[in-house]
T-cell receptor, first 112, second 109 residues
């Protein structure tokens, strides 16, 4: 079964803690993306990676970090420096052949 | 000026009617255009992609692209209550996809 998986589905964190969101894909896509979505809002790009061991900041990278050590995996760490981390986090990968992005199911992070 | 704009919602249509969703974009170099549907609490799912001027039909959905006017639209024929969702327009000028804020559609039975 090909696709994008994100875990966990729901995540609760205390203020001041770092937390890592998992994103895995078995679609053999080179490019992967992280977005944040707040209630009633559109998608905002946090980080993206076009190839293994390389990634670029998106529009709202402050307080977040990523790594891309494997083609299949693009984990996102939400650090304590992120002021308002409560949001819906979406991971996506892109099929370059048809220039199309596909999304994982998302992780809903709540800071208590 | 926002890079991708969509008509403000919410949009309400009766069941069986045509729903028309509009999107404009600012980057003339954009080559790929997409419509995603997002149900409440779920992730976006791709419903249409269009790359050249004109119309592209897929079942009850028709995407229309006019690069000269920097305009892309989505028509949903015979709207069903299950079409009630937020529709996101997305534009890809380079390696980043830029999303619009979305239009909420409600189909009234």
């Amino acid at each position: 079964d090909g696709g994008i998986t994100q875990s966990p589905k729901y995540l609760f964190r205390k203020e001041g803690q770092n937390v890592t969101l998992s994103c895995e894909q078995n679609l053999n896509h080179d490019a992967m993306y992280w977005y944040r979505q707040d209630p009633g809002q559109g998608l905002r790009l946090i980080y993206y990676s076009q190839i293994v061991n390389d990634f670029q900041k998106g529009d709202i990278a402050e307080g977040y970090s990523v790594s891309r050590e494997k083609k299949e995996s693009f984990p996102l760490t939400v650090t304590s420096a992120q002021k308002n981390p409560t949001a819906f986090y979406l991971c996506a990968s892109r099929d370059r052949a048809i220039d199309t992005q596909y999304f994982g199911p998302g992780t809903r992070l709540t800071v208590l | 000026q926002k890079e991708v704009e969509q008509n403000s919602g919410p949009l309400s249509v009766p069941e069986g009617a045509i729903a028309s969703l509009n999107c404009t974009y600012s980057d003339r170099g954009s080559q790929s255009f997409f419509w995603y549907r997002q149900y409440s609490g779920k992730s976006p799912e791709l419903i249409m992609s269009i790359y050249s001027n004109g119309d592209k039909e897929d079942g009850r959905f028709t995407a229309q692209l006019n690069k000269a006017s920097q305009y892309v639209s989505l028509l949903i024929r015979d709207s069903q209550p299950s079409d009630s969702a937020t529709y996101l327009c997305a534009v890809n000028p380079f390696d980043k996809v830029i999303f619009g804020p979305g239009t909420s559609l409600s189909v009234i039975p």
